[in-house]
């Protein structure tokens, strides 16, 4: 997989998100967060333009060390030509934010004097 860093320095990767039971793909725009231990956070409008189904909440520790209860739904991506079922989390931000969860096991280059992202 491939990406790209943006004139603002960030890591940026392609993926591919789909609601459970409906075919159609969506493309979506994730920065990468080394700082995230989960798989993927959605902005809460973008989980509703795509209709994911809530399936339950989930704590989270902030950055400042407050705990907030956080919101999941579920759906479909494709991770390196599989179709892998994630609990997304919702925020309040404008990013996709994809973390280390999805990267266990892989290997990810960013060369900030190219701009080319890598995950293998």
Same mark, same amino acid.
């Given at each position: 997989?491939?990406? !790209?860093v943006d004139?603002h320095?960030r890591?940026?990767?392609?993926i591919?998100v789909?609601?459970?039971?409906?075919?159609?793909v969506y493309e979506v725009d994730? !920065?990468?967060?080394?700082?995230?231990?989960?798989d993927?956070?959605l902005?809460?409008?973008? @989980?509703?333009d795509?209709?994911?189904?809530?399936?339950?909440?989930?704590k =989270?520790?902030?950055?400042?060390?407050?705990e907030? =209860?956080?919101?999941r /739904?579920e759906c479909? @991506?494709?991770?390196?030509g599989e179709?892998?079922d994630?609990?997304?989390?919702?925020?309040d931000?404008? /990013?996709p934010l994809?973390?280390?969860?999805?990267?266990v096991g !892989?290997?990810?280059h960013?060369s900030y !004097?190219?701009?080319? @992202?890598?995950?293998?």
């Amino acid at each position: 997989m491939n990406g !790209r860093v943006d004139h603002h320095g960030r890591a940026l990767v392609t993926i591919s998100v789909r609601p459970p039971d409906v075919t159609t793909v969506y493309e979506v725009d994730v !920065r990468i967060d080394t700082g995230f231990n989960g798989d993927l956070v959605l902005p809460k409008q973008q @989980i509703a333009d795509l209709a994911l189904p809530q399936s339950g909440t989930v704590k =989270a520790i902030l950055a400042d060390g407050s705990e907030i =209860a956080l919101k999941r /739904y579920e759906c479909l @991506i494709d991770w390196f030509g599989e179709q892998r079922d994630l609990e997304v989390v919702a925020n309040d931000g404008e /990013y996709p934010l994809l973390g280390v969860g999805l990267l266990v096991g !892989r290997d990810l280059h960013i060369s900030y !004097r190219s701009g080319d @992202i890598t995950i293998e």
